[in-house]
């Protein structure tokens, strides 16, 4: 008789206690599908969030008083020298000197990073070594004295005078093709480093070289992939090479990262989306305390 009662068609799942969607034994019965669903949801959610907050970070540190930069003009993707401003006058410089008083290996050996320097002011027969051996032309081809990834020169320097002889206080770009400093006509340029938060080296020197690189001239030798590391890593090969020309000189120089790049760009009426502002290098005589812990 027992033949007779209808019975429920038990699943051999759930006798083996797996879970099959029709009872909850084994656990919340989830299908694949479902479980399909939920992780590419998941993954897709993330994706877009991070992207999302990576644009809000890029343009929060770009963010920038653009009615203080109305001169600016567009920028091409290969240009020699950056997008700006009008030089009022140019200042030539004395040709450089290809012979100094110390060797290369004594200037490795004695080399230091000196942070103190003293009152007596830059020449301009020292400003101009020391520019030519960051960006100086050094052959007939424009290659340059340091070296730069497919030849890009993606870095333009400016410099803030504020104690040297023979040129007005103020801001300059240098240009290598001629060995001139174009007076960019901010006059207050010092003043306005200092309200821009730098270090106090910066804030004493008699001279301050700005560092600028123009990513879009890297981009234009290496389509698409990202610049910043061959951008850095050519910035460090002129720091280094200013470090050897000032040791030589018997002068000081310190290389400078710690600063807002976007608040000494605006100070300097640079814009920071189409120049990044990288190194600071301030130099002159040694000061009397030689500082050179950090
Ligand atoms: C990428 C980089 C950034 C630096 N930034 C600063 C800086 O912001 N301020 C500073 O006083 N020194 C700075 N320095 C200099 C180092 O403090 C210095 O090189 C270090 O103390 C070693 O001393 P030396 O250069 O005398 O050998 C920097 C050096 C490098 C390479």
């Known amino acids: 008789m027992i033949n007779n009662i209808?019975?429920?068609?038990?699943?051999?799942?759930?006798?083996?206690?797996?879970?099959?969607?029709?009872?909850?034994?084994?656990?919340?019965p989830l299908k694949k599908e479902i479980l399909s669903f939920i992780t590419l949801f998941l993954v897709g959610a993330v994706t877009v969030l991070s992207v999302l907050l990576i644009n809000e970070k890029r343009e929060n540190a770009l963010i920038f008083n653009t009615e203080e930069i109305d001169d600016k003009q567009d920028v091409a993707m290969v240009y020699d020298m950056p997008a700006l401003k009008t030089i009022s006058d140019v200042v030539k410089l004395p040709d450089p000197k290809l012979k100094g008083t110390m060797s290369v290996e004594e200037a490795i050996q004695s080399r230091r990073s000196r942070r103190l320097y003293s009152d007596k002011p830059v020449t301009l027969a020292e400003l101009s070594q020391v520019l030519w051996s960051a960006q100086g032309i050094t052959n007939e081809k424009g290659y340059r004295a340091a070296p730069s990834a497919k030849s890009a020169y993606p870095y333009s320097l400016y410099v803030v005078i504020r104690n040297a002889q023979g040129i007005e206080n103020g801001l300059y770009l240098y240009d290598p093709t001629t060995n001139t400093l174009g007076n960019l006509g901010l006059a207050n340029a010092e003043a306005l480093l200092i309200e821009a938060g730098v270090q106090d080296n910066s804030q004493k020197a008699p001279v301050v070289i700005v560092m600028t690189a123009a990513m879009a001239k890297m981009q234009a030798v290496f389509p698409g992939a990202d610049p910043h590391k061959n951008i850095y890593l050519e910035g460090g090969h002129i720091g280094q090479n200013v470090y050897l020309e000032v040791e030589s000189l018997g002068m000081a120089t310190v290389v400078s990262g710690g600063f807002n790049p976007i608040a000494v760009a605006k100070a300097l009426r640079i814009d920071p989306v189409t120049e990044e502002v990288v190194y600071l290098i301030p130099f002159g005589h040694i000061g009397e305390e030689a500082q050179t812990a950090e």
């Open 6 to 28: 209808p019975q429920t068609e038990t699943k051999s799942c759930c006798a083996s206690g797996e879970s099959c969607g029709q009872c909850m034994k084994g656990g919340f």
